[in-house]
Every structure is written in structure tokens, then in C-alpha cells.
Antibody, heavy 118, light 107 residues
Framework: QVQLQESGPGQVKPSETLSLTCSVS????????WSWIRQPPGEGLEWLGY???????KYSPSLKSRVTISVDTSKNQFSLRLTSVTAADTAVYYC????????????WGRGTLVTVSS | EIVMTQSPATLSVSPGERATLSCRAS??????LAWYQQKPGQAPRLLIY???TRATGIPARFSGSGSGTEFTLTISSLQSEDFALYLC??????????FGPGTKVDI
């Protein structure tokens, strides 16, 4: 049973860096594509990026300059860093895993709300 | 970037009725289209992939159809647990993967 769990601060100040971690059980972080997706309150889903083979990452063009996704194989975790945040970055952040050789998301974490506020 | 739109924004139906939800892509995505169900406070749940293939454990009352730019999700006989937000996602051309804004199915 693949399970994902997000963790990190629930509040970040404007202009600072948002950092979240996703802990994975039931699957190796060295396999598959691992993603971050967010959902602002009352809005739709926005794909932020993914990482595969522990070091190859692709990011949303609209956020590419601010987003970094990385892997910690020793902890079977992957992480999100989003720099220079504003109120527009307030959202529920989900970690998720793509299906094998596919582009749809089979497994999701429960999500964590991050509020950008001073 | 492929833009996904969904209609209607809200669909009001009664239990036992049939619900038909639409998803449209700004350019062809072939059959690379997925549907998700999302309940308040929960993560999305994969329902359909490949435009028409039900994911593991999804009841047969959910069916998907379409290709290219026009897609439909049909719930043949709504159960109480089906009242939720339904989202479509294209995975034909990325980055980025893009999602529609959703259709809320309520009573």
C-alpha cells in the first residue's frame, strides 16, 4: 500500500521560502515520478513539478524560477522549496505519484494547508 | 499550455438520477485524459484514465468517453457518496500537466 504524507510549516511570511516534505511508504523514492500539486482555497489544481530517478526534475514554466524539488533517498522522502512567496501562494499543497509510465496520479497525500501571511 | 475547461460549474441532481459532466481541452489531447473525484477536505481520487478506463476499485456506474478535445464523465445512477467535485486532467502535453476547474455535483 503506497502512502504519502506531507509535512511542514502551516504559515510562511511573504518574501520567505516555503519548504515542505513528503514522506513515502510502500514504494521506493528511487522509482516513479513524484510530484507537488497545489490548490488555492476554492480553486482548481495547479501542477508545480515532478522529480524522477532522484535527480531529474521538471517544473511548471510559470513557477520554474521559484520552485525546486529534491529527493532524500536515505529517508525515502522528497521535498518542495518555493521561494519569494506571496499571498497568491496560499494553498493546500499535495504530494502525489504518477502511475507507472503514465501521466495520471494514482496516489496522493492528504494535503497540507500553507498560508502566506505576516 | 493546454487549457482545460469544464461544464457546468455546478450540477444539481437527485439520488438515482444520471449525471453527465463535460471537459474540453484547448487543443487535442488524444485519449490522455483523467477524471478525479474530490470530496471536501480530501485529496483527489483517480476515477478514470485513458479517457475511458476505470481505475482500480471504481464502480461501474462511472464511465468516461471522448477523445481529442471533448470528453464526458457519466455517473449512471447517483449515490449519496457521489456528491463531490469532479476534475479532469490532461497528460498529453507537459510540462505542465493541467487540470480543469471542476464540476461540483450537489443535491
Amino acid at each position: 500500500q503506497v502512502q504519502l504524507q506531507e509535512s511542514g510549516p502551516g504559515q510562511v511570511k511573504p518574501s520567505e521560502t516555503l519548504s515542505l516534505t513528503c514522506s513515502v511508504s510502500g514504494a521506493s523514492i528511487s522509482s516513479h515520478h513524484w510530484s507537488w500539486i497545489r490548490q488555492p482555497p476554492g480553486e482548481g489544481l495547479e501542477w508545480l513539478g515532478y522529480i524522477f530517478e532522484t535527480r531529474n526534475a521538471k517544473y511548471s514554466p510559470s513557477l520554474k524560477s521559484r520552485v525546486t524539488i529534491s529527493v532524500d533517498t536515505s529517508k525515502n522522502q522528497f521535498s518542495l522549496r518555493l521561494t519569494s512567496v506571496t499571498a497568491a501562494d496560499t494553498a493546500v499543497y499535495y504530494c502525489a505519484r504518477l502511475g507507472f509510465l503514465s501521466g495520471y496520479y494514482e496516489y496522493w497525500g492528504r494535503g497540507t494547508l500553507v498560508t502566506v501571511s505576516s | 499550455e493546454i487549457v482545460m475547461t469544464q461544464s457546468p460549474a455546478t450540477l444539481s441532481v437527485s439520488p438515482g438520477e444520471r449525471a453527465t459532466l463535460s471537459c474540453r481541452a484547448s487543443q487535442s489531447v488524444s485519449s490522455n485524459l483523467a477524471w478525479y473525484q474530490q470530496k471536501p477536505g480530501q485529496a483527489p481520487r483517480l476515477l478514470i484514465y485513458g479517457a475511458s478506463t476505470r481505475a482500480t476499485g471504481i464502480p461501474a456506474r462511472f464511465s468516461g468517453s471522448g477523445s481529442g478535445t471533448e470528453f464526458t464523465l457519466t455517473i449512471s445512477s447517483l449515490q449519496s457518496e457521489d456528491f463531490a467535485l469532479y476534475l479532469c486532467q490532461q497528460y498529453d502535453n507537459w510540462p505542465p500537466f493541467t487540470f480543469g476547474p471542476g464540476t461540483k455535483v450537489d443535491i
